[in-house]
């Protein structure tokens, strides 16, 4: 499933592209994916012009010339490409924007739990039902003394409390598994008894690792894709997601997992306290 990382790769390939497009035509295929398509063909947005790409957590919003913005989420098989309008529409791609320049931008989704809904912008430039998304792990109101305090605010499993959009937004279950290796705290140690040292641990970590996995251009692990098709290089790097049963890479150990609300979660026994 996409995560941060992957969100950011999409939205710096779609800033090289899309502001300064005009969009000339829209084409909804399909009735709706994680929610209607209807309101977006409706929307009235053919005549308007792409002057912006962001993106917040897991969510990018292409911005346009009146205010609003088209929200998107690569839910689960979601991906993006911006290719010639003459190419015929593949399978599973369910809106499709022809572009001013000949181009058209494509989200093809086969499982359909992405998400492109128009919406108002606030003068921050985002959606207001955004407004439950905690701090961006890449900024400094993720620190330390707030991931303690939230950490203590709840008695939960530090995985589970990591991968809560509302405390900090993007970190999925890749990036989960990894940071905590990373810090040497295992999945399952209950949140509120973390020490400030520990929160500090795993919060570096998260930002190392998301910061190379940015660089990486993402992971590719089943379907995501940058939008020029290429997969994510992030995967080489992994070091313990999706390989329970081989040996630790530092100390040796047999990797183990454990389940936590419904995901198995990769940890080393020996490395991870
Ligand atoms: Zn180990």
């Not at 290719?83 to 399978?91: L, Q, T, Y």
């Not at 992405?114 to 003068?123: A, F, I, R, V």
């Amino acid at each position: 499933m996409p995560e941060l990382p992957e969100a950011e790769t999409v939205t710096r390939a779609l800033e090289r592209v899309l502001p300064g497009r005009k969009i000339t035509g829209v084409m909804v295929r399909v009735p709706k994916l994680r929610t209607s398509l209807q309101p977006l063909a409706d929307a009235d947005l053919a005549g308007h012009v792409f002057t912006a790409v962001h993106r917040r957590g897991r969510y990018i919003i292409l911005t346009m010339d009146d205010q609003r913005g088209l929200l998107l989420h690569l839910g689960m098989t979601g991906a993006v490409s911006v290719v010639p309008a003459i190419e015929s529409p593949r399978h599973h791609e369910h809106v499709i924007l022809k572009l001013d320049n000949g181009d058209s931008f494509r989200f093809e989704d086969p499982r359909r739990f992405g998400l492109l809904e128009c919406h108002p912008l606030k003068t921050d430039g985002l959606p207001t039902v955004l407004d439950f998304l905690g701090p961006e792990p890449l900024t400094e109101d993720f620190c330390t003394e707030y991931f303690y305090q939230m950490a203590h605010r709840r008695h939960i499993a530090v995985k589970e409390l990591l991968m809560d959009n509302t405390v900090v937004t993007g970190v999925g279950n890749i990036y989960a598994t990894e940071s905590l290796f990373m810090a040497g705290i295992r999945p399952i140690h209950r949140s509120d008894r973390l020490s400030r040292m520990e929160c500090g641990r795993l919060v570096d970590a998260v930002k190392e690792i998301l910061t190379r996995a940015i660089a990486a251009g993402g992971t590719t692990i089943s379907d995501f894709r940058g939008v020029d098709g290429s997969e994510g290089n992030f995967n080489r790097e992994l070091l313990i997601y999706g390989k329970v049963g081989e040996p630790c890479p530092h100390c040796g150990a047999i990797l183990r997992t454990v389940k936590l609300g419904g995901r198995s979660s990769c940890y080393c026994p020996k490395c991870q306290k």
